[in-house]
């Protein structure tokens, strides 16, 4: 219970902190206080009704025409109240939501925790951040919102009714324990706390497992809506591979653990509404019962035993939040788990047990990169091969050789500063490696963003971009140029992907150029001429080009070999 509130405390700091802070707190203050009147305004009605129904009993018709206006005040103030209520608690709700969302993907994008926190690569991976930061960051300030001002306002409620219980119930119950007499003044106050809080406890211990069983619903809807963006995703491999049967028994299984899930969920539902529901519909009659012994003992009238049950009434119901509440509780608490998870985890990803993270990485005073005794491992322990001490200038070329599965993608990576498993040192330029992989991911905003990515594409003049792509043989795209949508990209063959990407080579001239099999779709001509044209376009850019066949466009370039030689090409070529 107490990590639940202490998760709260950190979650609604986050949420509600920052700059501007006071703008929310004053919204939530707004808030509550339009609560406040809102209570006041049902009073006024209350009073209004005994107005009214004075003034229709002594035919008093200019009495009964004022209340109808009075009535016409109170529904307007009400509805302002109201409407003015929810407008703000929305607005706060959007507020806080933000900011709870942009400090989880700080959370997450800082310090690479998307990467680090994959299956495979961290002993607690984060399952389904999408739906952590698109989803429970909304559900959970909505059932913040409403479970404080909720309670808040019920606290409010119970001081005053607990004030007139205490006023009514003047009375002491004597009550004999083996064989003595207990004098209980002011029983009904006590009783009624009692009452609820054995309730409580009863409902708590009937309703635990709700809380990670609705924890495991979110995550296996989360994982069925995955697999269908999967199945999207992947359209084309799918349709051509005739993979709906498999894709129909993937999705089934998945929908099938939401379906086991959920019987277990409402049978939990169902076992704590044998308690509930009973209390829900006994706690307006049980107060009469309780207060018997009251009447019985001559200290009430008939009236006053109305009045008095009605009073404790009131107390036990507003004292009952916690029981009424408890679904939503349990929710709260499950997606408060969830987030909070991604906080702490994304904050320190743990590492893999048995696998080193000794590498000793500085930015090199020379901007060149320096690779020494470094020996990779895999995220399970396994060593690479030993990776050759190395030193590489600006605007070297440099051909990553090796047979496959040696290392050498896990070396770029190791460069690039996201690898941490392995030990030995990386001394690396300041400047940023622009790093191209083999299967270029490409986001649907369009041909220019995935040109410039990562920089803004308004950064670049469009004739440059036309005239990049031209370049690269992508001139029967350029009339989709200025759609930003994913359509413009859809159709691209693998090799017209590569070359998409490869113009972020061009447009963004960077230092320094990873290139892993980045040009592996082209036929030999294309892969030629474009790397020529890289070599000759970028005279002071360093080069890393992992590749299965020799770069030679990019002589003269030396080899650094990973591992075993794939065939017997180690020789240093000089010439083109
Ligand atoms: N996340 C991971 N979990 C487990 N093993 C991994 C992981 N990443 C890489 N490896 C393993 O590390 C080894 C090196 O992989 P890497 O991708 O660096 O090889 P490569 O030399 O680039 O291969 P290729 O030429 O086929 O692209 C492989 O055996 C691979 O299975």
């Known amino acids: 219970m107490r990590a639940v509130f202490q998760r709260i405390y950190r979650l609604t700091r986050l949420a509600a902190s920052g700059p501007r802070a006071w703008v929310g707190l004053t919204m939530f203050g707004s808030v509550l206080g339009l609560q406040f009147a809102d209570i006041w305004v049902d009073v006024q009605m209350i009073a209004w009704y005994k107005r009214f129904y004075d003034a229709l009993e002594n035919l008093d018709a200019s009495a009964a025409i004022r209340e109808l206006w009075v009535f016409g005040a109170i529904v307007l103030l009400s509805s302002m109240i109201f409407l003015l209520g929810d407008y703000i608690r929305k607005r706060l709700l959007l507020r806080w939501r933000a900011q709870l969302t942009d400090r989880a993907l700080d959370a997450w994008t800082n310090g690479h925790a998307y990467w680090h926190l994959r299956p495979g690569l961290s002993p607690k991976s984060v399952d389904n951040p999408d739906q952590r930061i698109a989803q429970d960051c909304r559900l959970y300030i909505e059932l913040l919102l409403q479970e404080t001002l909720d309670l808040i306002g019920r606290i409010v409620a119970l ?15 004597h009550l004999p324990i083996f064989g003595r007499e207990f004098a209980i003044p002011h029983y009904l106050v006590w009783l009624a706390f009692l009452y609820v809080a054995v309730s409580s406890l009863f409902t708590h211990l009937m309703g635990r497992p709700l809380k990670s069983l609705v924890f495991r619903q979110e995550r296996r809807e989360a994982d069925f809506r995955y697999a269908l963006v999967q199945l999207r995703d992947n359209a084309g491999e799918v349709a051509q591979s005739a993979g709906e049967p498999a894709e129909r028994r993937r999705l089934a299984q998945r929908f099938d653990g939401i379906r086991h899930n959920w019987y277990r969920l409402i049978g939990r539902e169902f076992i704590l509404g044998l308690f509930t529901r009973p209390y829900y519909q006994s706690i307006l009659r049980i107060p009469l019962f309780f207060s018997l012994p009251a009447y019985f003992a001559g200290a009430v009238t008939l009236g006053g035993l109305m009045q008095l049950s009605s009073a404790f009434g009131r107390v036990t119901q507003t004292l009952s939040w916690f029981i009424f509440s408890y679904r939503d509780l349990a929710e709260f608490a499950a997606v408060a788990e969830r987030l909070d998870d ?142 930003d949508g994913p359509g413009a990209l859809e159709g691209l063959s693998m090799g017209e992907r590569q070359r998409l990407a490869l113009a972020r080579v061009l447009l963004l001239r960077p230092d320094w150029v990873a290139l892993d099999e980045a040009t592996s779709s082209l036929d030999a001509t294309a892969e030629a001429e474009i790397l020529s044209l890289i070599n000759r376009s970028l005279p002071d850019t360093a080069i890393l080009c992992v590749s299965h066949r020799d770069p030679f466009p990019l002589a003269p370039y030396s080899i650094w070999q990973i591992g075993l030689p794939q065939q017997d090409q180690t020789q240093q070529r000089n010439t083109a």
């Open 342 to 483: 991604l906080f702490a985890s994304a904050d320190r990803p743990p590492p893999m047990p048995g696998a080193a993270r000794d590498i000793i990485r500085t930015t090199a005073s020379d901007d060149a990169l320096h690779v020494r005794g470094l020996r990779l491992v895999t995220p399970q322990g396994r060593a690479l091969f030993p990776v050759p001490d190395r030193t590489i200038y600006p605007g070297e070329r440099v051909w990553i050789a090796g047979a496959s599965g040696q290392g050498k993608s896990t070396l770029l990576a190791a460069v690039s500063g996201v690898w941490p498993y392995g030990e030995g040192q990386i001394d690396r330029p300041a400047n940023r490696i622009l790093y191209l992989p083999q299967k270029p991911h490409l986001f649907g905003e369009g041909l220019a963003a995935a040109a410039c990515y990562p920089e803004d594409p308004a950064d670049f003049a469009p004739e440059r971009i036309r005239q990049v792509l031209s370049q690269l043989g992508l001139d029967h795209r350029l009339p989709a140029l200025d759609d």
């Open 159 to 173: 001081v005053s009714y607990v004030v007139i219980l205490w006023n009514l119930s003047d009375f002491v119950l």
